[in-house]
């Protein structure tokens, strides 16, 4: 309530912009009133010289001059001074606010008091009190005051201005008298002047009339407070708003440093200077690593904390430089490069100081444009710059790394597959490679894994260690599940059809897919397009992906088993919540990830590992099988220990379709009895 009744009477505390806004539009209204007043006054005075030069002043010129010229000069030099200081505000040239304010009271203060002093004279004269009326419309209503202010500066004037002519008896009375004079007699003139000169004080008419135009005066005024008191809170709010949006626009709203796009126009204006030194110039990509599994650990709260940290950190460290935020936990600096490694190194002890439980490190990769190169494309630096610095992931000892023409030319494939995925698909570059899974108790074929390859004019046949990472990346890796699937499907369909064997498939799917597209839904719209069967088509799921989507992949999973298909866990031991994943999750069959047979020989741990891994799946009445197998000792030890199904290069490498029917005929490799004849091959 106290701050209401303090808003009302404007005693409030206000904001510098509203502050500015009020003064502004009291210099904007001064311009109008003080040239009003300088017309007026310049007439008057021009009018009251040629009355007297031309003798028809009655009395002598210092009467006028004291009571009427003197003021209209001081009214005058007022009007123009407050102008003048209007003008000099509007151009920018009046530094001090306290300059305007000070003349705007002087000049309010002499229009009142000329107000005042004219219409006194006018009052005892019987005409009437315009000049008093008029000056306190102009100060009080043309220029903003706070109500209290306003209401004293009102109630000061009108008190004044009563005063005085309480005490007056109009000599309009008198004049009426005289000019009756010959109508009356001695005694009854006599009498009616005794009347009109013993009469002071003001009629109730006259209190009535000033005391409705003072109350209508303060009305004007404090509307007018409270009418530019809301346009400048309104326009403050849009400034503010503005300035947010601005300040968003090229900052980082997080850490406070500069965004990418502030960082790619400056990085542009930077190049194209003359006075660029662009043989020292580099572009760095700092990425926090594991900060995925600090922020896991410790939550969002702790890592936004640390990204401001490093934010801080790279900006003090890189002092004058272009530092920006690239994107989650990654970083972008323009520099110099001389002196930059040793600066980096200092940066990567430092971010120990930060960790906790979990490792983090600080990497950096580097790009120094060619001499060579006409022109610098920001956005092209920072990725060859990131791509040098993904180069040393997982690199304990290596914390910088510049980008070289080895990186050159896997940066140009890396481009090549993102520009040409969709022509791959389109023209049938993409292939499937089929790999075995064999029954442990007889060798024979109980399944495929589908993987995929790219069979490039240009490069030959890529590796999917290559373009899979690649096309996760840039989230294209749909469009190559996609195509695997129905590429499976239509395997399938060519071997019903013609009555040859084909085992059950199991397929890839990334975590993306759940993300980009509803690839359940392409999935099975796929089998039922090509009639085949829930049985022959299995799905894998990587452990990783389960941690990164739960919610999505439960339901995902939920769905498959629900419409009949076999859902895998594959790369299990690969990741850090395996048990969790086997206490969370339903799965069909349990993939054990190959790193467990890589010390086969010499690690005495790994048979009991693999023993009790076998046992549990067991227990959860999933079905085992065993990747990377390629020795027949440790398919005899699977085989031994119940391990259902194993699979690796002691079978087959992955091979075509074509090869691996051939394979089949010639009795290499034998299909398990129940997919000789294919159940759909009559239909």
């Given at each position: 309530?106290g701050?209401r ?7 409030d505390k206000q904001?510098?912009?509203v502050?500015?806004?009020?003064f ?7 311009i109008y009133?003080?040239?009003?007043v300088?017309?007026?006054?310049s007439?008057m ?6 009355q007297w030069?031309?003798?028809?002043l ?9 009571n009427?010229f003197l003021y209209y ?14 003008f000099?505000?509007?151009?920018g ?10 003349v705007?009271?002087?000049f ?12 006194i004279?006018d ?6 009190i315009l000049t008093f009326?008029?000056?306190e419309?102009?100060v009080?209503?043309?220029f903003?005051w706070?109500p209290?202010?306003g ?26 008298v005289?000019s ?9 003139a006599?009498?009616?002047?005794q009347a ?11 209190q009535?009339n000033?005391?409705?135009i003072w109350l ?5 005024l ?9 346009q ?5 709010h849009?400034?503010e ?8 626009s090229?900052?980082?709203e ?12 400056e990085a542009?204006?930077?190049l ?12 760095l990509?700092f990425?926090?690593?594991n ?12 890592g936004?904390?640390l990204?401001?940290q490093?934010?801080?950190m790279?900006?003090?460290a ?6 920006s935020?690239f ?8 520099t110099?490069y001389d ?5 980096i190194?200092?940066l990567?002890?430092?971010?120990h100081?930060f960790?906790k439980e979990?490792h983090i490190?600080?990497?950096c990769?580097?790009y120094?444009?060619l001499?060579?190169e006409k022109?610098i ?5 920072c990725?060859?710059?990131r ?16 980008y070289?023409k080895?990186?050159?030319d896997?940066?140009?494939l890396?481009q090549?597959i ?5 022509t791959a698909i389109e023209n049938?570059?993409?292939k ?6 064999v029954?442990?108790?007889d ?5 495929l894994?589908?993987?995929?390859r790219?069979?490039d ?7 999917p260690?290559?373009f ?7 989230r294209?890796?749909?469009?190559l ?6 590429q ?10 013609k009555?040859l064997?084909?085992?059950?498939v199991s397929?890839?799917?990334?975590r993306l897919d759940f993300?980009l597209?509803d690839?359940v839904?392409y999935?099975e719209?796929?089998?039922?397009a ?5 049985e022959y ?8 992906a ?5 919610n ?8 498959l088993q629900q419409d009949?298909?076999k ?11 395996s048990l969790?994943v086997?206490?969370d999750?339903q ?7 190959m ?5 086969f020989?010499?690690n ?10 076998v ?6 009445h ?13 398919f005899?030890?699977l085989?031994?220990?119940g ?15 074509g090869?691996?029917?051939e394979?089949?005929s ?5 299909v ?12």
């Amino acid at each position: 309530m106290g701050q209401r009744i303090k808003s009302w009477l404007g005693i409030d505390k206000q904001s510098d912009y509203v502050k500015n806004y009020f003064f502004n539009a009291n210099m904007r209204s001064s311009i109008y009133m003080s040239v009003i007043v300088i017309v007026l006054e310049s007439y008057m005075i021009v009018r009251m010289l040629n009355q007297w030069f031309s003798g028809q002043l009655p009395k002598a010129f210092s009467y006028y001059f004291t009571n009427y010229f003197l003021y209209y000069i001081m009214l005058l030099v007022s009007g123009i001074l407050m102008l003048v200081c209007a003008f000099l505000h509007i151009r920018g040239k009046l530094k001090h606010q306290w300059v305007g304010t000070l003349v705007k009271w002087i000049f309010a203060v002499i229009c009142l008091y000329f107000g005042v002093r004219i219409s006194i004279g006018d009052y005892t004269k019987g005409e009437q009190i315009l000049t008093f009326l008029t000056m306190e419309m102009f100060v009080c209503c043309l220029f903003v005051w706070r109500p209290l202010v306003g209401f004293l500066v009102l109630t000061l004037t009108y008190g004044i201005y009563i005063y005085k002519i309480s005490g007056i008896a109009p000599v309009s009375g008198a004049y009426s008298v005289l000019s009756k004079l010959s109508e009356l007699t001695p005694e009854e003139a006599y009498e009616k002047l005794q009347a009109v000169t013993q009469t002071s004080g003001l009629s109730q008419a006259t209190q009535i009339n000033l005391f409705t135009i003072w109350l209508s005066t303060l009305l004007i005024l404090i509307s007018r407070y409270r009418q530019t008191m809301a346009q400048a809170k309104k326009d403050e709010h849009l400034e503010e708003v503005n300035a947010y949006l601005n300040e968003i626009s090229v900052n980082d709203e997080l850490t406070g440093i500069h965004n990418m796009v502030f960082f790619r126009s400056e990085a542009e204006k930077l190049l194209a200077y003359v006075t660029t030194d662009r043989d020292n110039i580099v572009f760095l990509y700092f990425d926090i690593e594991n900060f995925k599994y600090y922020n896991e650990k410790y939550g969002f709260h702790e890592g936004n904390a640390l990204l401001r940290q490093v934010a801080q950190m790279l900006e003090e460290a890189f002092q004058g430089s272009l530092v920006s935020r690239f994107s989650d936990d990654h970083f972008v600096v323009l520099t110099r490069y001389d002196g930059c490694e040793a600066i980096i190194r200092k940066l990567s002890h430092r971010i120990h100081e930060f960790q906790k439980e979990v490792h983090i490190d600080l990497k950096c990769g580097a790009y120094r444009p060619l001499s060579t190169e006409k022109e610098i494309d920001p956005s092209v630096a920072c990725d060859r710059a990131r791509f040098a610095c993904n180069s040393i992931k997982k690199h304990y000892e290596q914390t910088f790394q510049v980008y070289d023409k080895t990186l050159e030319d896997r940066f140009r494939l890396k481009q090549y597959i993102i520009n040409n995925i969709d022509t791959a698909i389109e023209n049938n570059y993409i292939k499937v490679f089929y790999q075995p899974v064999v029954d442990t108790a007889d060798k024979s074929i109980v399944g495929l894994e589908a993987l995929a390859r790219w069979q490039d004019p240009n490069y030959g046949l890529l590796p999917p260690g290559i373009f899979i990472e690649i096309l996760e990346e840039h989230r294209q890796i749909h469009k190559l599940d996609q195509c695997i699937i129905e590429q499976v499907c239509r395997d399938y369909r060519e071997a019903a059809d013609k009555g040859l064997p084909f085992a059950p498939v199991s397929l890839n799917f990334s975590r993306l897919d759940f993300e980009l597209c509803d690839i359940v839904d392409y999935f099975e719209g796929k089998a039922k397009a090509y009639n085949v069967p829930q049985e022959y088509l299995d799905v894998e799921i990587t452990e990783s992906a389960l941690t990164d989507q739960q919610n999505l992949l439960q339901s995902a999973m939920k769905r498959l088993q629900q419409d009949g298909y076999k859902v895998w866990l594959d790369d299990f031991g690969s990741g850090y919540s395996s048990l969790n994943v086997l206490k969370d999750y339903q799965f069909d069959v349990l993939k054990i990830d190959m790193k467990f047979l890589s010390g086969f020989s010499n690690n005495e741990k790994t048979r009991p590992i693999l023993q009790n891994i076998v046992n549990l799946t067991q227990q959860l009445h999933m079905t085992s099988l065993t990747e990377g197998v390629e020795t027949q000792e440790q398919f005899e030890f699977l085989s031994k220990i119940g391990c259902n199904r194993a699979q690796g290069y002691l079978f087959s490498k992955p091979v075509p379709i074509g090869d691996l029917r051939e394979r089949i005929s010639k009795g290499d490799l034998h299909v398990s009895d129940k997919y000789v004849t294919h159940p759909t091959a009559t239909a």
